[in-house]
Nanobody, 128 residues
Framework: QVQLVESGGGLVQAGGSLRVSCVAS????????MGWFRQAPGKEREFVAD????????YYADSVKGRFTISRDNGKNTVYLQMNSLKPEDTAVYYC?????????????????????WGQGTLVTVSS
């Protein structure tokens, strides 16, 4: 089993920046990639970004491309999501996820069902 714990959420003004983190523990050698998803009230969970554990490939949703950056620190078993130029529509609970299956096709990376482990989420609120 893999345990994921997010941190770093909070309240920020539009145009501001925030970094959320996710620490993995347990059988982390089973992880091939990690991703970030988000879910706003009344909406479905949506893909935000994904990174292979080797760090050789990243993938972003169009809505965050150019504003968000995903990165990882294998030594700390941690993945980060740096969020810049935040907008009110970025307001959501942000979830960290990890998957066993390695792959870089977008369908695999962007589907919640591709991920085997999930964190509890951290709330990001962007005020206008």
């Amino acid at each position: 089993q893999v345990q994921l714990v997010e941190s770093g959420g909070g309240l920020v003004q539009a145009g501001g920046s925030l970094r959320v983190s996710c620490v993995a523990s347990g059988r982390t050698f089973n992880m091939a990639a990690m991703g970030w998803f988000r879910q706003a009230p009344g909406k479905e969970r949506e893909f935000v970004a994904d990174i292979t554990w080797s760090g050789d490939s990243t993938y972003y949703a169009d809505s965050v491309k150019g504003r968000f950056t995903i990165s990882r620190d294998n030594g700390k078993n941690t993945v980060y999501l740096q969020m810049n130029s935040l907008k009110p529509e970025d307001t959501a609970v942000y979830y960290c996820a990890a998957r066993r299956q390695y792959g870089t096709i977008y369908l695999l990376r962007s589907r919640p069902s591709s991920y085997d482990w999930w964190g509890q989420g951290t709330l990001v609120t962007v005020s206008s």
